[in-house]
């Protein structure tokens, strides 16, 4: 399996409730990335969260790293029909410049 | 600054065709990203360049792909001759490595689709 396989592969919510994608990784990391992406479009960076952090906030999106469990959470609260997307998590291994693995996403659906 | 630009965004062309996409990456930016996008695939890394010298292309398919980037301000991928199976969204992406910081700027894309 890839590195960075995230789980759900599908998520269906109704507005107002949070959302929790989970992402996992089999080698060390430098940094752990989340994107969207939109139907149709190209990949948004949302949050990035370094190896020797722990949990990283920024507005409605709330990240945790377990780099002992080689695992990874995006939480979305407060969800809006805006934020169906297909995440993705992306992880940087430190070893390749500025190369990401990118795993195969979550597809959001939030209902209004 | 008006970010990843990628051109065409629409590509229709028939099987045995040449391809060429183009990209200009965020200027400053000292890397660039070729991404494919498929349904059966999810979005693999075709190759990549720091400052415009290519560094990893062991994600090119076969020798019908071919990537260049002449300057820091400009890529092409190009397919040569295109197959069916090459259809797929294709992505540029660049960023700027600083320090531990590395996100990656996508461009809208360049949905190829040949017949």
């Known amino acids: 399996s890839q590195q960075g396989e995230e789980d759900p592969q599908a998520l269906s919510i109704q507005e107002g409730e949070n959302a929790t994608m989970n992402c996992s990784y089999k080698t060390s990391i430098n940094n752990l990335q989340w994107y969207r992406q939109n139907s149709g479009r190209g990949l948004v960076h949302l949050i990035l969260?370094?190896?020797?952090?722990r949990e990283k906030h920024s507005g409605r999106l709330r990240v945790t790293l377990d780099t002992s469990k080689k695992s990874s959470s995006l939480l979305i609260t407060a969800s809006r029909a805006a934020d169906t997307a297909s995440y993705f998590c992306a992880t940087d291994a430190g070893t390749s410049g500025s190369r990401l693995t990118f795993g195969e996403g979550t597809q959001l659906t939030v209902n209004p | 600054d008006a970010g990843v630009i990628q051109s065409p965004r629409h590509e229709v062309t028939e099987m045995g065709q040449e391809v060429t996409l183009r990209c200009k990456p965020i200027s400053g930016h000292d890397y660039l990203f070729w991404y494919r996008q498929t349904m059966m695939r999810g979005l693999e890394l075709l190759i990549y360049?720091?400052?415009?010298?290519?560094?990893?292309d062991s994600g090119m398919p076969e020798d019908r792909f071919s990537a260049k980037m002449p300057n820091a301000s400009f890529s092409t991928l190009k397919i040569q001759p295109s197959e069916p199976r090459d259809s797929a969204v294709y992505f540029c992406?660049?960023?700027?490595?600083?320090?531990?910081?590395?996100?990656?700027?996508f461009g809208p894309g360049t949905r190829l689709t040949v017949l």
């Open positions: 992406a660049s960023s700027l490595q600083q320090g531990s910081y590395n996100e990656q700027f």
């Open positions: 969260i370094r190896s020797n952090e």
């Open positions: 360049f720091n400052n415009n010298v290519p560094i990893d």
